[in-house]
């Protein structure tokens, strides 16, 4: 019967795919409101849930293969649930860091275009790669830099700390190297590549004028990725 109406299969599928990110995402969100309204976690702690949290959403959708329309389509869900979050009290403190910031917002767009661009040309690798970098660089860069940074720099304004920065480049290091090393292998063009992805996404970083490095980290990352493996390879 199925092999007759073979668009029936497809169905479950898809509705498997959406549910995955919905359920995700959902938790994500959930998890934010209660440290808010329940645990009293500090603004940034809020941010960097949902941060984390939202980011690994790429890798959902790339072990399940989610089409493109649905990866964007929820990257569009989150970007206007945290546009409302900066007018309406749906997850306090997401903006409250002592800066203004659309940094959330960006995120979510960064996310919708890396899909949309690397979907597109079949390559999804570099899509995660580009989110993973922001998601856990960007996001333990913070908490570390907060914890531990002791010697501060600034950039238009925006102090950071040489600690977070050093966190950043290693962790980014770590992501794009294991990314690369299992799409291309172990050549020491991917040792390379992802060294210099690293510093780019570090230098990126510091320029974090109203959150956009949000957006200037993931799509930087995986640009610059895409174009050196097509150099190298």
């Not at 849930?49 to 939202?54: D, L, R």
């Not at 580009?130 to 830099?145: C, F």
């Not at 950039?155 to 690369?180: N, P, Q």
Request: net charge neutral; hydrophobic share 55%.
């Amino acid at each position: 019967m199925l092999s007759l109406f073979p668009q029936l299969t497809s169905i479950p599928l898809l509705w498997l795919q959406i549910g995955s990110v919905g359920t995700w995402l959902s938790l994500v969100l959930f998890v934010a409101w209660g440290a808010s309204h329940f645990a009293q976690a500090n603004s940034e702690i809020i941010r960097k849930i949902v941060h984390i949290g939202t980011g690994n959403v790429i890798l959902i959708a790339w072990w399940f293969n989610i089409p493109a329309n649905v990866g964007i389509t929820a990257a569009i869900c989150a970007s206007a649930v945290t546009l409302l979050s900066y007018r309406l009290p749906i997850i306090p403190g997401i903006n409250s860091v002592g800066r203004q910031s659309l940094g959330t917002f960006f995120y979510s767009v960064s996310i919708g275009i890396l899909i949309a661009c690397f979907w597109h040309f079949n390559q999804p690798q570099y899509a995660v790669l580009g989110i993973m970098v922001m998601t856990w660089g960007d996001g333990l860069a913070a908490l570390i830099g907060q914890r531990f940074g002791e010697h501060k720099y600034k950039v238009l304004g925006a102090e950071k700390s040489w600690e977070g920065s050093l966190a950043m480049c290693l962790v980014s290091w770590i992501i794009s190297l294991l990314i690369l090393m299992a799409i291309q292998g172990n050549f020491w063009q991917t040792w390379l590549i992802s060294a210099t992805v690293a510093l780019v996404a570090t230098v990126l970083e510091s320029f974090s004028f109203l959150g956009i490095d949000n957006l200037i980290v993931p799509l930087g990352s995986a640009a610059l990725a895409f174009t050196l493996v097509h150099i190298f390879f």
